[in-house]
């Protein structure tokens, strides 16, 4: 069983930056950062294989960069130019193959989830 611990979510204003971080108990192929919003499903917003391919959701494409550190089996997300839009609670996922699936950005595709974390952008 993975476990996953995330950290660094908070409030900014419109255009302002924050970094996630997702500490893992284990190294896995694939992780990826996944969010929800009140009343919404909860959607993909990136995601990163064991040799750095990344996929991202197009509405975060050019703003938000995944990245991982396998040594330390972490894993993060710069998000830049934030949009009160990207109010959610952020969840860091992992899995064998899920980030490999032409339909990553779907919450099957990953077995094991944090806590998350929550994000909010004021205008």
């Known amino acids: 069983q993975v476990q996953l611990v995330e950290s660094g979510g908070g409030s900014v204003q419109a255009g302002g930056s924050l970094r996630l971080s997702c500490a893992a108990s284990e190294y896995t192929t694939c992780m990826g950062w996944f969010r929800q919003a009140p009343g919404k499903e909860r959607e993909g917003v990136a995601a990163?294989?064991?040799?750095?391919?990344?996929r991202y959701t197009d509405s975060v494409k050019g703003r938000f960069t995944i990245s991982r550190v396998n040594a330390k089996n972490t894993l993060y997300l710069q998000m830049n130019s934030l949009k009160p839009e990207d109010t959610a609670m952020y969840y860091c996922?992992?899995?064998?193959?899920?980030?490999?699936?032409?339909?990553?950005?779907?919450?099957?595709?990953?077995?094991?989830w944090g806590q998350g974390t929550q994000v909010t952008v004021s205008s």
């Open positions: 996922a992992a899995d064998a193959v899920g980030c490999y699936s032409p339909s990553w950005s779907t919450r099957g595709n990953f077995d094991y």
């Open positions: 990163i294989d064991a040799g750095g391919t990344t």
